[in-house]
């Protein structure tokens, strides 16, 4: 099992939550983004920078996740890459990606985009909050907890 972490638009708390988790669960966590990151040098930890370009970091991480595996990214059309694949997908505000979601939360996100383009201001998330971090915390750690618990010894 890996962590897989979208790292281009990462909110820097959630990069710290994500990787004290990964210590203390001893699973290799991975950091993908088309810069250089800053990571401490941990156990467990590693980055991969990859090209410039349009969902470049996106790509790779579909194409390296496995099943059982954990992403976090904010990015649906990514989610909806690895959903089906059988990778745990979690978005920084903690809401857990699944089969029944994911569709939806694509749907919704293109017909914005769609507004968007057609010149429609809609406005953008709100800002990252200490509830949105616990809420991250939390799901990151139930998930973790279930994964480490089913995976093949």
């Known amino acids: 099992m ?27 966590t991975v950091f993908v983004a088309n810069h250089a990151l ?27 996740a496995q099943p059982g595996d954990l992403a976090v990214t904010q990015d649906i059309p990514l989610a909806a890459l690895l959903v089906p694949k059988g990778v745990v997908v979690l978005d920084p505000r903690g809401e857990v990606f699944t089969e029944e979601n994911v569709a939806e939360r694509l749907s919704v996100r293109n017909f914005m985009q769609e507004l968007r383009e057609s010149g429609v201001t809609t406005g953008g998330p709100d800002g990252y909050s200490a509830q949105d971090r616990q809420q991250f915390a939390g799901a990151l750690d139930r998930e973790l907890t279930r994964l480490v618990k089913t995976e093949p010894k």
């Open 2 to 28: 890996k962590i897989w972490v979208d790292a281009d638009a990462c909110p820097g708390p959630v990069r710290d939550i994500i990787l004290r988790a990964g210590q203390r669960v001893k699973v290799h």
């Open 38 to 64: 800053s990571l401490p040098r941990l156990a467990y930890v590693s980055s991969v920078q990859v090209g410039a370009g349009l969902d470049v970091a996106d790509r790779h991480i579909a194409q390296q």
